[in-house]
């Protein structure tokens, strides 16, 4: 192979283009490039009110809706010095994991499946493998089913909002989630099973990992960013000093680097970085599939993808329980919140906008508003599927919002593909054209990119 042309690569989210020319075993020209056009959100945001910016930025993505929904809306609540309950923090977090039971299920048996198993698409398996198939669609139904239960419907949450939830789920709802996702269990071992038989490049580019970090939890929701190599864990809120963005010629997403290097967000580096929070049916799973809390091969993201299936179903169980237990009196029969029992559904004013003494300063960032003295300014992240993702905005005293600041994970994954298929291109010379397309796009898709969120 000299030359490798993929225009509109198959089976992943968006539009991207790969060219790589070797010449005598020396790289002339690899070029990945995003052609999805540039959607201006974080321009359409601004002039809003507070109220209106999770349910535009929810439009980012239909699969992670549910992480701009809940990372707008704690950026926008850290800017006004909200503080939520621990049931709302709980139903949020649920609700967030309702995206991975989603997009992991999605990703890994009709996009990335199909490349291990000899097949164009995931269609053939209803013939083949109805059982395997049935398995993809059952964990599927239940992410759309926990999402549509907490956030009122499967596809842009609808029901939370600032400071709280406009309708609570009921014990009852909460109880069969829980008794569902308890047998997802056992599906999603499987899963991990399936994916541990497929055979994987050796490919080790040592690159740097980076994810949300909390003492004795998985962070999906929370404060602070660790990197693994770099060795340190920051505050949410200095994301701009620690991730750089820079546009390229050609392409219509920007590349991100930490400390004048690409790194990884996604399923791998969470693993990596919090391989002793995973619950213990993960870590079963994990050793059954040979996975090490060393390994570092982008391939095996598709696998850490399904030990996080297994763990999010056991996670997501407890929280229901949880949820179950604790039910506001107001929630009982009906599904409307009281402000008793939880935090009020917000409403802009002049005097929730005005700075207090209750806001946290390590909240606070710096996004490219108009600088006025009553603005305020915050801060926030959730692990998407794909991997970390930051909304930061800045609100004046009238509860409009001036700036407004998104970087998706797949804009942080891209210069770390590229430098990937930089290192991966030289092996690909000898091998067969149609081998070596297989062999990038398996990389590609193991990265699971969005690229429509990436031009945001």
């Known amino acids: 192979m000299t030359k490798l042309t993929i225009h509109h690569i198959a089976r992943i989210e968006g539009h991207g283009n790969v060219e ?41 993505c239909g699969i992670c809706s549910p992480n701009h929904t809940i990372t707008a809306l704690r950026a926008l609540e850290c800017a006004l010095g909200i503080e939520v309950s621990e049931y709302v923090h709980t139903l949020r977090t649920l609700l967030v994991y309702g995206s991975f039971l989603q997009n992991h299920a999605t990703h890994l048996y009709l996009l990335s499946a199909p490349d291990y198993v000899g097949l164009p698409s995931a269609f053939p398996l209803a013939d083949s493998m109805p059982d395997v198939l049935a398995r993809a669609l059952e964990l599927k139904r239940l992410g759309n089913d926990l999402c549509a239960v907490v956030g009122g419907r499967s596809v842009h949450p609808a029901t939370a909002v600032l400071g709280g939830f406009t309708a609570l789920p009921t014990r009852r709802e909460l109880t069969r989630l829980s008794g569902r996702l308890r047998l997802a269990v056992h599906d999603a071992a499987e899963t991990a099973a399936l994916f541990k038989s497929f055979a994987y490049p050796d490919f080790h580019p040592h690159r740097e990992f980076l994810a949300l970090s909390a003492a004795g ?146 909240a606070l960032n710096q996004v490219q508003g108009d600088g006025a003295p009553g603005n305020r300014q915050g801060a926030a992240a959730t692990e998407a599927p794909r991997g970390t993702l930051y909304h930061s905005y800045e609100v004046n005293e009238s509860g409009i919002v001036v700036a407004g600041d998104v970087i998706t994970p797949t804009a942080q994954n891209l210069a770390c593909l590229e430098a990937d298929l930089r290192l991966l291109a030289p092996t690909l010379a000898d091998l067969p054209q149609e081998d070596a397309v297989l062999r990038v796009e398996q990389l590609i898709r193991a990265y699971d990119p969005c690229l429509s969120c990436a031009v945001h």
């Open 217 to 362: 939890d998985y962070a999906i929701v929370g404060d602070w960013v660790r990197a693994l190599k770099g060795g340190w864990t920051r505050p949410v809120s200095e994301y701009r000093d620690f991730i750089c963005e820079r546009e390229v010629e050609g392409g219509n997403a920007k590349l991100s680097e930490t400390d004048g290097a690409p790194f990884m967000v996604g399923a791998l580096a969470r693993v990596r970085l919090n391989w002793d929070e995973l619950k213990p049916s993960a870590r079963v799973a994990a050793s059954s599939a040979g996975i090490r809390p060393g390994d570092d091969n982008p391939y095996l993201n598709n696998l850490c993808q399904a030990l996080e299936l297994v763990d999010a179903a056991e996670r997501c169980a407890e929280m229901c329980d949880w949820l179950a237990d604790n039910v506001p009196a107001a929630a009982g029969t009906g599904r409307e919140l009281s402000q008793k029992s939880l935090a009020e559904p917000l409403r802009p004013s002049s005097q929730n906008l005005k700075p207090s003494s209750s806001a946290k300063p390590e």
């Open 20 to 60: 790589i020319d070797i010449s005598k075993g020396e790289i002339r020209r690899l070029e990945l490039r995003v052609v999805e056009p540039q959607r201006y959100f974080e321009s359409l945001v601004v002039g809003r009110r507070v109220d209106e910016v999770p349910l535009i930025v929810s439009r980012i």
